[in-house]
Every structure is written in C-alpha cells, then in structure tokens.
C-alpha cells in the first residue's frame, strides 16, 4: 500500500457546463473525485487528499488534506461553476499544500481535471513539469472536453514531469460512458494492469457503498480474529486417543456376544441333568471371565439356576424316626 498525499484540482470553469458527459462536465468531475478520494484512502489508511478548484478569478482550495470523507463533502458544497481556468496557477499551489503536508513520509501526488482550453503556452508547462520532477511530485492529468486543441501540450508537460513512469495523462473522448469508470479503467488507479485500486475488496466499490465494504472488511477482521483465538485456546487431542476408544468399543461389542450366547444356552431344555451340571461349570467359568461382571449376583444366579434355586430355597423334610 502506497502512503501518499494527492490534491485533486476540479476545473469547475463555465466550460464544465457542457452536457457532452453525464450528466455535465462538471457534475462528472465531481462525481470522479469522491471515488477517487474512496480508492486513495482505502488503499492506505495514512493517506490524505486534498481539493482545489481552478475556475473563477483564481483558484481557491476547498479542501485541506484529509482522509475524513466528511470534510470532503463539506468542502465540495461550496464547489460552483465560474469563470476561467487556471491550470498552471492550480498546479502551483497543489504543490505548496503538498509541501506543508504533516505526514513527511508520503509520496506526493497531484490530478488535475481539465475540460477547457488551456491558455499556458507549452515551453511554460514544460518547466513545470520539470519543477515538478525535481520535488518528487507525480502528476496525473485527465483531460476531456477539450481534449484534442489540449493534446500537445499536455503530453510535452507530462512528459517532462514524469519519473519511472509515476505520472499519466489520460484522455477520455466524449460518450456515454461515466468519466469515473474510465479513471477506473485507466493506469491512474491501476486499470486492467492490476495496480493498485484496479480490484474492489470483495467485489464491492467502496465509493457506490461505502457502508457494505466497510462492514464487509470489519466482519472479516472479526472473523479472523475469531479463528486466531481458537486456534490459541485449542487442547491438543493425544494421538492414541482415537484407538482407545475404539478399543472400548470393541471390548462392549465382545461382552454382548458373550452375555448373547449363555441366554441363549440357558434355553436349551432337552439336556440331560449330568449335562446340565456341565454346562453350569462350562457357563460358571465363562462368567468369571467376563470383565465387570459378579459371579455372586442374586439376579444372575436365579437367571442360571432356577431349578436348583428351587431345591436350595425348599424346606427339607423332618426325619420320620418314630
């Protein structure tokens, strides 16, 4: 993310009348500006921009530098159509409200709007854009309206004002298309290129929705957030837990068998009593075999033995002596 500082300059001259671009020059600029003000300070919450309008009798600036949108739109209300442009006269005073920026650390940066014609001659443009190269200041410049008597000069001056290819003249012809989907579209934020600001976080543009991408970003924080602290709070699990309780499964699966085949011995009735005495051995001894199982239970023993539990419980006859 680029820490930077840009002042947009709004040609807000009678020439922004003209309705050849939705809905009006002017209506088109201003619209630009709040997506673009939305695609600089979404890339880096450190950045700031700023406004100047050169129409009138000199260019005034609007907006300080700033990242609250707010301030931004409180100081586009006061925007109007008027007079005539100054494009150089802007430009020169972009650069001095970026040389008293707060944050030293950002990269300057200045796009300016033109849609009239442009008095400066072409040799002046090029020492400012010299000027500009010399103090670090990258330009972009989106011209339309006037784009074609503009041509020449604009291409000599940004030509002379760019460094490692950080500064971009973009002309859009007139049409139907919107003037901020072309700046979508073009190197300024990125364009098809892939550079910065060409692709919305989740597919959301933050200038038609500001609320939505907000509350988007903060609920994948959250959820982030969520995942790190549970991965934190997570035990372990042993790595023989799994084949213990299989184990333990195993083991009652046995025992049901087990318990299933003396049910199943005990109803077999055409057994002779010897037989029957051995089969009382082979079961005794597979009962105490049985793991939690107590040979001695009342309940298991009347299951076992009802006859001979009989015998035990009837009272034995008195010898008849006399």
Do not use: C
Not at 43 to 72: C, F, K, M
Not at 234 to 244: K, W
Request: proline residues 4%.
């Amino acid at each position: 993310m680029v820490l930077e500082a840009t002042v947009i300059i709004i040609d807000n001259s009678e020439w922004s009348r003209n309705g050849d671009y939705m809905p009006t020059r002017y209506d088109a600029q201003v619209d630009a500006v709040r997506y673009l003000f939305n695609v600089k300070t979404s890339d880096n919450p450190e950045n700031t921009v700023g406004v100047i309008a050169n129409g009138g009798s000199s260019p005034q600036v609007l907006v300080s530098l700033t990242s609250d949108q707010g301030v931004l739109l409180r100081g586009m209300h006061e925007l109007s159509v008027r007079g005539t442009s100054h494009f150089d006269i802007g430009i020169q005073i972009a650069q001095l409200v970026l040389k008293h920026r707060a944050n030293k650390h950002q990269k300057q940066r200045i796009i300016t709007f033109t849609t009239s014609p442009i008095e400066t001659d072409e040799k002046s443009l090029v020492r400012l854009g010299k000027k500009l190269k010399k103090n670090g200041v990258s330009i972009d410049v989106i011209s339309f309206g006037e784009h074609v008597a503009n041509e020449q000069k604009l291409a000599a001056f940004v030509e002379a004002a760019n460094n490692n290819d950080m500064s971009h003249l973009v002309t859009v012809p007139p049409g139907a298309h919107v003037l901020s989907e072309q700046i979508r579209a073009s190197a300024i934020v990125g364009g098809t290129t892939g550079g910065e600001g060409g692709d919305f976080e989740f597919g959301v543009d933050p200038d038609m929705d500001p609320e939505l991408a907000l509350a988007l970003r903060m609920s994948m924080q959250e959820e982030e957030e969520r995942q790190r602290r549970d991965a934190a709070s997570r035990p372990e699990a042993p790595s023989g837990a799994g084949q213990q309780d299989g184990d333990v499964m195993m083991e009652d699966v046995e025992d049901e068998e087990i318990r299933e085949a003396i049910r199943m011995s005990l109803m077999d009735g055409g057994e002779s009593s010897t037989g029957n005495a051995k089969n009382d051995d082979l079961v005794a001894s597979l009962i105490g075999s049985l793991p939690g199982v107590d040979s001695n239970d009342p309940a298991l023993q009347n299951a076992l033995g009802p006859d001979s539990k009989k015998d035990e419980d009837k009272p034995k006859d008195k010898g008849k002596d006399n």
